[in-house]
């Protein structure tokens, strides 16, 4: 079964927002296999291309490398919690999936998304 690179979109973005398998299948009306595999191929792009999901017409700026520490993980095995000093001063961090990451771990990050709402950064 071919899917379209629309509906592809949509299940990554399901898959960020923390879905399951299962619940993308049923709301983008695919079988959960093909979701699983949508979502692994587009794990190893992302190892490929740095885990960063860019586009060239819009690159991202340089920023400096700062240093954090690991808070927990999240749904999605691409994302942990870090934070900067103070627990309360949190932040997504994207990384290779399947590594461990344990608490309090020190870790060096660099920022790759500039929003202040929800600033988005990757592990150096």
């Given at each position: 079964?071919?899917?379209?690179e629309?509906t592809k979109e ?8 923390g879905?399951t398998?299962?619940q993308?299948a049923?709301?983008?009306?695919i079988?959960?296999?093909t979701v699983g595999?949508?979502v ?14 860019q586009?060239t017409?819009?690159?991202l700026p340089?920023?400096?490398?700062l240093d954090?520490k ?21 932040a997504?961090?994207?990384?290779t ?8 771990k020190?870790?060096?990050?660099k920022k790759v998304?500039?929003s202040?709402a929800?600033?988005?950064?990757r592990?150096?």
């Amino acid at each position: 079964m071919s899917v379209s690179e629309k509906t592809k979109e949509q299940v990554l973005e399901l898959r960020d927002e923390g879905l399951t398998y299962e619940q993308i299948a049923k709301k983008v009306k695919i079988r959960k296999s093909t979701v699983g595999q949508i979502v692994r191929s587009q794990s190893a792009a992302d190892v490929k291309e740095g885990m960063i999901r860019q586009s060239t017409e819009n690159p991202l700026p340089e920023s400096e490398i700062l240093d954090a520490k690991v808070l927990k993980p999240c749904v999605n095995p691409r994302i942990i919690m870090i934070y900067f000093g103070k627990r309360e001063n949190q932040a997504k961090c994207v990384v290779t999936p399947g590594y461990n990451y344990p608490y309090d771990k020190e870790i060096k990050v660099k920022k790759v998304e500039f929003s202040e709402a929800e600033p988005l950064y990757r592990l150096i």
